[in-house]
């Protein structure tokens, strides 16, 4: 009989691969058994619970970490947000930048402007991010090295917005943040590095084992053109605390050379593309980005927003050129994940991965759209026909619910968010949070896909609420098979990892109004509590 390295006994193991077990055996970093075996360790965990590590299919690991040291926007009005900033100004060091993120306009009932800024911290460049990343508000000082003081200028894909009289506002919306990013960027790697080690400690202490960081490398969303070498030395030092996978964003790809029989045309040099890497660190999907943010309302809609008619957000490049990257990305092999959150630019994805597929089949490439945010039935079915993964955000449901319920009417607030149409559809749900647009904690994402309850106690979306067991089961598997790495983590199952999570309940179990208040109480990754 085998000996392993430790047994954990005495637990509900929840395995989510067949009938539940008490003990856990572990030999390295992979289980060996769900039976009591010899083992040189044992720990008997009283009862607790036990389940597969989290796994968050779409975060933002290092802009998380990097906001630890950024000033605090999530508050209730635009009189604290200029009193945070003016409090920060005070404090800096001359010539600092006063860097905010994490501002809802929906909750502040309205955008902070560059007057209001100049107010709050004169003389300052001040540079504030929106929770959802997809606009920022700058004060006139760094409007005025951009060339924007006193007129605006057209930007593909995003919007320079104006008062109306002209004069910019200090609002950018979407592509339009590109513009200050030769003020800010890049990063250095020694603070990425610290910003990743800051976030992975945090993701332990949530339960989480496995994250995919949704973007690096390059647009409005990369932190450095090097963001990879970032990851990789976190790594060398000890700093990367959990399993990373990198979606590369489609600006870092360039056009290939290789031989004619290739049909490789698009990827990173010396054709690096999805999969490369290993069980702690690898290159995911790439990263495209179709449409805006429905909170911000610049998701590109089929109809009007319910609260800004004349609004029906817009794309993030020309349809074609889009259609072109998602094309020449699957012909070059690569994994595609699309962020697309309005229905019409749901649309324009499905249909360029259903003609991906037809000009340049492959098995199972098991492409996403990330958030699918505004889906009809219609849809929904297709995106099942093509075997395509839609990863949507249940922590969405409470923190700005209420902002999307007023975006989109009750009426068509039915599509918004979808979970139980998926897996009605056959469907393999993912979990992710889209951190740190909302607080990542996947249990507190579990919650709301179960309660469906906005953060002022409306329900949001009560029709499309998942059971206890079909959330856990997200974030978990779900978002497992969304990686493509079912076979090596996301149940309990002798020879995958030992990555667990310990927990003070189940939240398939218990009453699912207390989901958000069970512990996490030890994680492990890779068969060694962290």
């Given at each position: 009989?085998?000996?392993?390295?430790l047994?954990l006994?005495?637990?509900?193991?929840?395995?989510?691969?067949?009938?539940d077990?008490?003990?856990?055996?572990?030999l390295?970093?992979?289980?060996?058994?769900?039976?009591?075996?010899?083992?040189?360790?044992?720990?008997?965990?009283?009862?607790?619970?036990?389940?597969?590590?989290?796994?968050?299919?779409?975060?933002?690991?290092?802009?998380?970490?990097?906001?630890?040291?950024?000033?605090?926007?999530?508050?209730?009005?635009?009189?604290q947000?200029?009193?945070?900033?003016?409090?920060r100004?005070?404090?800096?060091?001359?010539?600092?930048?006063?860097?905010?993120?994490?501002?809802?306009?929906?909750?502040?009932?309205?955008?902070?402007?560059?007057?209001?800024?100049?107010?709050?911290?004169?003389?300052?460049?001040?540079?504030?991010?929106h929770t959802?990343?997809?606009?920022?508000?700058?004060?006139?000082?760094?409007?005025?090295?951009?060339?924007?003081?006193?007129?605006a200028?057209?930007?593909?894909?995003?919007?320079?917005?104006?008062?109306?009289?002209?004069?910019?506002?200090?609002?950018?919306?979407e592509?339009?943040?590109?513009?200050?990013?030769?003020?800010?960027?890049?990063?250095?790697?020694?603070?990425?590095?610290?910003?990743?080690?800051?976030?992975?400690?945090?993701?332990?202490?949530?339960?989480?084992?496995?994250?995919?960081?949704a973007?690096?490398?390059?647009?409005?969303?990369?932190?450095?053109?090097i963001?990879f070498a970032?990851?990789?030395?976190?790594?060398?030092?000890?700093?990367?605390?959990?399993?990373?996978?990198?979606?590369?964003?489609?600006?870092?790809?360039?056009?290939?050379?290789?031989?004619?029989?290739?049909?490789?045309?698009?990827?990173?040099?010396?054709?690096?593309?999805?999969?490369?890497?290993?069980d702690?660190?690898?290159?995911?999907?790439?990263?495209?980005?179709?449409?805006?943010?429905?909170?911000?309302?610049?998701?590109?809609m089929?109809?009007?927003f319910?609260?800004?008619?004349?609004?029906?957000?817009?794309?993030?490049?020309?349809?074609?050129?889009?259609?072109?990257q998602?094309?020449?990305?699957?012909?070059?092999?690569?994994?595609?994940?699309?962020?697309?959150?309005?229905?019409?630019?749901?649309?324009?994805?499905?249909?360029?991965?259903?003609?991906a597929?037809?000009?340049?089949?492959?098995?199972?490439?098991?492409?996403?759209?990330?958030?699918?945010?505004?889906?009809?039935?219609?849809?929904?079915?297709?995106?099942a026909?093509?075997?395509?993964?839609p990863?949507?955000q249940?922590?969405f449901?409470n923190?700005?619910?209420?902002?999307?319920?007023?975006?989109?009417?009750?009426?068509?607030?039915?599509?918004?968010?979808?979970?139980?149409?998926?897996?009605?559809a056959?469907i393999?749900v993912?979990?992710?949070?889209?951190r740190?647009?909302?607080?990542?904690?996947?249990?507190l994402?579990?919650?709301?896909?179960?309660?469906?309850?906005?953060?002022?106690?409306?329900?949001?979306?009560?029709?499309?609420?998942?059971?206890?067991?079909?959330?856990?089961?997200?974030?978990?598997?779900?978002?497992?098979?969304?990686?493509?790495?079912?076979?090596?983590?996301?149940?309990?199952?002798?020879?995958?990892?030992?990555?667990?999570?310990?927990?003070?309940?189940?939240p398939?179990?218990?009453d699912?109004?207390?989901?958000?208040?069970?512990?996490v109480?030890?994680?492990?990754?890779?068969?060694?509590f962290?």
């Open positions: 009989m085998i000996q392993a390295d047994l006994t005495n637990a509900e193991v929840v395995t989510l691969d067949g009938p077990a008490r003990h856990v055996a572990i390295g970093d992979r289980i060996v058994a769900l039976e009591e075996v010899p083992a040189r360790r044992t720990i008997d965990l009283g009862g607790a619970t036990v389940t597969p590590g989290f796994h968050d299919a779409h975060n933002h690991m290092a802009w998380y970490g990097l906001t630890q040291s950024e000033v605090d926007l999530k508050v209730g009005s635009l009189d947000l200029y009193a945070r900033i003016r409090a100004a005070q404090e800096a060091a001359e010539g600092e930048w006063i860097v905010g993120a994490g501002y809802d306009q929906n909750k502040t009932g309205g955008h902070p402007t560059r007057d209001g800024l100049d107010r709050a911290a004169p003389g300052r460049k001040v540079w504030l991010k959802s990343g997809h606009m920022c508000v700058v004060n006139t000082p760094v409007l005025r090295e951009l060339g924007l003081a006193n007129a200028k057209d930007v593909e894909g995003g919007l320079v917005v104006t008062d109306e009289q002209g004069r910019p506002t200090g609002l950018l919306q592509r339009a943040q590109q513009l200050v990013s030769p003020l800010v960027l890049p990063y250095s790697i020694d603070t990425l590095v610290a910003a990743i080690d800051i976030a992975g400690q945090h993701y332990l202490r949530e339960g989480i084992t496995s994250v995919v960081e973007g690096i490398g390059g647009g409005w969303i990369g932190k450095s053109p963001e970032a990851y990789q030395k976190a790594r060398d030092l000890g700093r990367l605390h959990v399993r990373v996978e990198l979606m590369v964003a489609i600006d870092a790809l360039h056009e290939l050379t290789g031989h004619a029989d290739d049909d490789v045309v698009l990827g990173l040099d010396l054709g690096l593309r999805t999969g490369i890497g290993d702690w660190l690898r290159i995911g999907p790439v990263k495209i980005f179709s449409d805006g943010s429905l909170i911000g309302r610049t998701a590109a089929t109809q009007d319910a609260d800004s008619p004349g609004n029906r957000g817009f794309l993030q490049n020309d349809a074609k050129i889009l259609v072109d998602i094309v020449n990305a699957h012909r070059s092999g690569w994994r595609v994940a699309t962020h697309a959150v309005g229905d019409a630019a749901i649309d324009l994805v499905l249909d360029a991965y259903e003609a597929a037809k000009r340049h089949p492959r098995t199972d490439p098991r492409h996403r759209i990330e958030h699918f945010g505004v889906a009809r039935p219609d849809q929904v079915a297709r995106a026909e093509l075997n395509v993964v990863v949507p249940g922590r449901v923190e700005i619910g209420d902002g999307m319920l007023k975006a989109l009417g009750p009426d068509r607030a039915k599509g918004a968010y979808r979970h139980r149409s998926l897996l009605d056959g393999v993912p979990g992710s949070s889209d740190p647009v909302v607080n990542g904690a996947p249990l994402g579990m919650h709301d896909m179960v309660n469906q309850i906005t953060a002022s106690g409306v329900p949001f979306n009560p029709g499309e609420a998942a059971t206890g067991l079909e959330a856990l089961r997200a974030f978990t598997y779900g978002s497992a098979y969304a990686s493509g790495q079912e076979d090596r983590k996301g149940t309990l199952t002798p020879g995958k990892l030992a990555d667990l999570v310990v927990l003070s309940g189940n398939a179990t218990v699912p109004a207390a989901i958000k208040d069970i512990q109480l030890r994680t492990m990754v890779g068969g060694v962290r």
